[in-house]
């Protein structure tokens, strides 16, 4: 009796889908005439344009007058010293002045938060 309940449910189901389905197709047909590709393809190449206008004023921007080049290597190798430089430094004397405030802080206790 079960496997009959399912078969009909299935088959009631089925029918939902494909009504669905057909229901969705008019649809689609009814809104693509009101959709001409030429109009696409013609907004697409307006864009296209204009991205590759846009893309000419970023590379104005992005010249250089009288500047000598700058090579990404050195560049990367320069600021890896300085990393260097930065992880060797032990100097900590630039804390002083607030180490007391950071142990008065640590020994407060939590102000508790209020709820609302």
Known sequence: ME???YAVQSLKDTQSTVSAMKTGVNQMQKEFKN?????????QDEMADMLEQ???VQAAWG???GMAEIDDDELAAE???L???IALDNDTSYLDE??????????REPIASSTR
């Open 3 to 5: 496997q009959a309940n």
């Open 35 to 43: 959709i001409k590709i030429d109009d696409i393809e013609d907004i």
């Open 63 to 65: 010249r250089s007058f």
């Open 79 to 81: 600021l890896d010293a």
């Open 98 to 107: 607030i180490k007391p405030r950071l142990r008065q802080a640590e020994s």
């Open 54 to 56: 846009a893309y000419e």
């Open 83 to 85: 990393g260097d430089e």
